[in-house]
């Protein structure tokens, strides 16, 4: 396991989280002026962007998350991102989180699986990032915290070595692999099967730095070349160059960029066969021995996540990711077990050091009143992002 994984794990799943809100955001808004209060409107959608992406970009929260350490469970990782999705006025109800996030895990895997070499992940990350880019591109306060991310990314990976990227790429496939929902825009482009499963193309651009398939050379004892042999092996061609690995550039990959700019549902469905594979997706429920570390973690990482509290008498405006209410709430009903995302519970830890830390990056960050007894005895982690 790669201790250098976690922030491009969350990076680009957030990118995807920013993609499919954005597109569900601009499909339901309402010209300003024929909106009423409880409608969408693009000044909202501009909010919901703006709040979303600084919080996800917060300085702290960038420093806890670049610290070398393992991933954590699907659980920890979910929590945090339904804690980012509610980082302004939007709300989404359990169906259309569970929804979002298996778009999010589905897409990035497809894009892991897709790379040509390991380090291309890293481009797949600046994509991300330039289109989040242009989401606040009116907002430089919030664009100055996105390229110090990006500053931080190039120093922190462009020197590791290729066998690096590699260990990060089996991680990172690792940590997809009992994942195979069927997502209605792969079925559509036939980029997957109806298990779930993705289809690997065997054509188009191989890997930089490599020669295209197809040529057997045979050298005698001395190391001279003596004939050679072709060979049918896809339709494969050299890339014209590389992508660019610095903070402005063409990155020639598209791999990470916006798959729903264009007119498209943004849809996944679940049949009975799915449901079935994706029992074996089933989280180990037997006690976990790192579970305080990585309790601790969660700590950290929500400490360092501000909330946007609307102001005054402000209602937060709801979000639903499917076509109907109807069709949420079937899917809330219908949703397997062991992909469901419940309750963590917290418990502080006892180190007096650790402890003193906690509360101070809670007290810096977080606006809510700390609540009498918590420290002792722990907490609903819902509950307490909920005060928040």
Same mark, same amino acid.
């Given at each position: ?286 006690? $976990?021995?790192? #579970?305080?570390? =990585?309790?601790?973690?969660? %700590?950290? @990482?929500?400490?360092? &996540?501000?909330?946007?509290?609307? *102001? ?32 963590? $519970?917290?418990? #502080?830890?006892? =180190?007096?050091?650790?402890? %003193?830390? @906690?509360?101070?990056? &809670?007290?810096?960050?977080?606006? *809510? ?20």
């Amino acid at each position: 396991m790669s201790s250098r994984t976690l922030p491009l794990l969350f990076l680009n799943l957030g990118g995807e989280m920013l993609y499919i809100l954005d597109q569900r955001l601009r499909a339901q808004s309402i010209p300003g002026e024929k909106a009423r209060k409880d409608e969408w409107t693009d000044v909202d959608r501009k909010r919901v962007m703006n709040d979303i992406i600084a919080t996800m970009f917060n300085k702290k929260f960038m420093e806890e998350l670049f610290k070398p350490q393992d991933l954590y469970s699907k659980k920890a990782l979910r929590t945090v991102y339904d804690r980012l999705a509610h980082a302004s006025i939007m709300r989404l109800n359990q169906a259309s989180m569970d929804k979002l996030y298996d778009l999010m895990t589905m897409a990035f895997k497809y894009q892991v699986l897709l790379c040509p070499r390991p380090r291309d992940i890293l481009l797949v990350t600046f994509n991300h990032l330039d289109a989040i880019k242009d989401f606040i591109s009116e907002s430089p306060g919030i664009l100055n915290q996105v390229d110090e991310t990006f500053r931080r990314l190039i120093e922190t990976y462009n020197c590791l070595s290729d066998g690096e990227f590699q260990l990060i790429r089996q991680t990172l496939l690792i940590f997809f692999q009992d994942m195979h929902i069927r997502v209605s825009i792969f079925l559509k482009d036939k980029v997957q099967n109806s298990n779930g499963r993705f289809v690997l193309p065997i054509s188009g651009p191989v890997p930089w730095g490599t020669e295209v398939p197809g040529l057997i050379r045979i050298f005698n004892h001395k190391g001279v070349e003596v004939k050679r042999a072709e060979f049918t092996a896809g339709n494969y061609v050299t890339p014209q160059r590389e992508g660019s690995f610095e903070l402005y550039g063409d990155r020639v990959l598209k791999l990470g960029t916006n798959m729903y700019s264009v007119t498209r549902p943004v849809e996944t469905h679940m049949s009975g066969s799915s449901k079935n594979l994706a029992s074996q997706a089933k989280e180990n429920i037997s006690p $976990n021995p790192l #579970a305080k570390e =990585e309790l601790n973690f969660l %700590a950290r @990482l929500l400490g360092g &996540l501000d909330i946007q509290k609307p *102001a005054g008498g402000e209602t937060g405006f709801r979000l639903n990711l499917f076509t109907t209410d109807e069709e949420e709430e079937h899917a809330a009903q219908t949703r397997p077990e062991e992909l469901s995302y419940k309750v963590i $519970n917290i418990e #502080a830890t006892q =180190e007096p050091g650790r402890r %003193a830390e @906690l509360s101070r990056i &809670l007290g810096e960050l977080v606006v *809510a009143e700390p609540r009498p007894g918590s420290a002792e005895k722990g907490e609903d982690l819902l509950a307490l992002m909920d005060g928040l």
